[in-house]
């Protein structure tokens, strides 16, 4: 695993998860802290890139936006994909996979009987989180596997004390691709980092396309490169910026 290369304003098109990668995680979503600066770090690296810069997150758009200080002027890709929001404003989005309301119904069901769980239910898919109650993985799993098991249009993703259920038709890696076939994208070379298990569709298809893949902390992947946490990556982009904004 190399170490980080230097990220190439001119050339570059990057591509950013949230939860894990720009912010530590936290015991619930909504308890999730934004860093000091890390939204005008997102601002200058935008105006440095281009505007090539997209934020790729499993997140819903309406959960992540307050967060970051809506409106914001760079593209994102929510849901895993399922919702784009382009450079130019446009949206595009998945339609609400058939059987979700099945998957749901379960979810609930289980969360009534446990209330250290989590329902986060968002506009195309679902996510169940169990990070209060490690213990109750496997049930999570086990049940939403059952809720979908008739419905070969839905996938589960089992990410970082949290199991989704999405349609199998998006992944981060289809929404950088959609990207990269659009301005400012077009013509640069990807970059993408993320950590979770649900970011290796993306760190594939950056890399077949000659572009860099970068796992932020431990774990098993098919990045080429790693960085130890979210605080390392942001001072990774901030010199990144820094060097490319004294570069003769």
């Not at 005008?40 to 810069?53: T, Y």
């Not at 809506?70 to 609400?96: C, K, Y």
């Not at 969360?111 to 506009?123: F, G, I, T």
């Not at 990070?131 to 098991?149: F, G, H, K």
Request: glycine share 8%.
């Amino acid at each position: 695993m190399s170490t980080l290369p230097r990220l190439q304003a001119e050339r570059s098109a990057l591509f950013l998860d949230f939860d894990g990668t720009l912010a530590d995680l936290a015991q619930r979503p909504d308890a999730v802290r934004v860093p000091p600066a890390l939204v005008e770090l997102l601002h200058h690296l935008h105006l440095r890139l281009d505007g090539a810069l997209a934020l790729v997150t499993g997140r819903a758009r309406d959960d992540l936006e307050p967060m970051l200080a809506s409106p914001w002027p760079w593209a994102a890709a929510f849901e895993h994909g399922a919702v784009r929001l382009s450079r130019q404003g446009g949206v595009a989005t998945t339609t609400r996979p058939k059987g979700l309301a099945r998957a749901i119904a379960a979810a609930e069901h289980l969360a009534k009987r446990h209330a250290s769980l989590l329902l986060e239910r968002k506009q195309t898919s679902m996510a169940l989180h169990y990070r209060l109650a490690p213990s109750l993985a496997v049930l999570c799993e086990d049940t939403l596997a059952r809720a979908i098991a008739d419905e070969p249009g839905l996938q589960l993703l089992r990410g970082k004390a949290v199991v989704e259920v999405k349609s199998n038709r998006v992944n981060k890696g289809t929404a950088i691709e959609a990207f990269m076939q659009e301005a400012p994208f077009a013509g640069r070379v990807p970059v993408f980092a993320g950590d979770d298990v649900t970011d290796e569709a993306g760190f594939e298809l950056v890399q077949r396309l000659g572009g860099i893949g970068i796992k932020v902390g431990d774990g098993p992947t098919r990045a080429h490169h790693r960085c130890a946490h979210p605080e390392a990556l942001r001072a990774w982009l901030a010199d990144s910026l820094l060097a490319s904004s004294t570069a003769p």
